[in-house]
């Protein structure tokens, strides 16, 4: 198996894989599906998750060889288990662009909004210290229906209530963009999910069903 890949490139932007662990099981997942690759690349990191000095020096080597429009935390797991790493790299990432050391780029997360309940506070503040624009990935319009979905791992089951108030307090807490997500063919209605992310005070993503890679 080639080497695992810690951040790669992806239309316009730095893709960084912090981790492969996921409180949620996803129907429409695709790292089981594709074998843990993605677009040419293994995101199968053996256990072995980068610290953040590895993550910057990385991050650094690509920017420097040519600009992105964005840099997000996002491979195949979920980035705040791993906060302390996603704040690091956050953080020295913005510090570097005041800096002027780096074009200008946004910094986004991708999550499944379980933040709060995995690190047990709210880590909305931390983060706002760190990202500009969060996305999450919400995929259904009731609990009964996320739970389908997204098999909670035990302990968190009822995450709904929370991905819901993570939502709410992000859209109040000033980042560029709050955006919640749907993907599409998975029974889950979109116009749906519009109105409960917009009810959150957030915007609305639909995203395409991966199949075939
Ligand atoms: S939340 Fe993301 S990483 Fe976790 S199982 Fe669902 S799609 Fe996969």
Redesign the pocket.
Known sequence: MSEPTIVYRFKNGLYINLTNR?????V????TKWHMQFDGHNLDLQGKEPSAQEVLALLDKELHRAPVQEVVFC????PTMRLEVVLAVGRALKKAQAAGEYPPFRIRL???G?GNLINKRDIVPELRSAVDVVYV?LNASDEEQWRKL??PAPGYENGFASVLDFLKKCSAAGFERVAASCVDQTGADPAAVRALAASCGACFNEREYLDEQ
């Open positions: 996921c409180p949620n099981l996803c429409f997942c695709i790292k491979g195949y797991g979920e991708n999550t499944n379980l990935s997204l098999r």
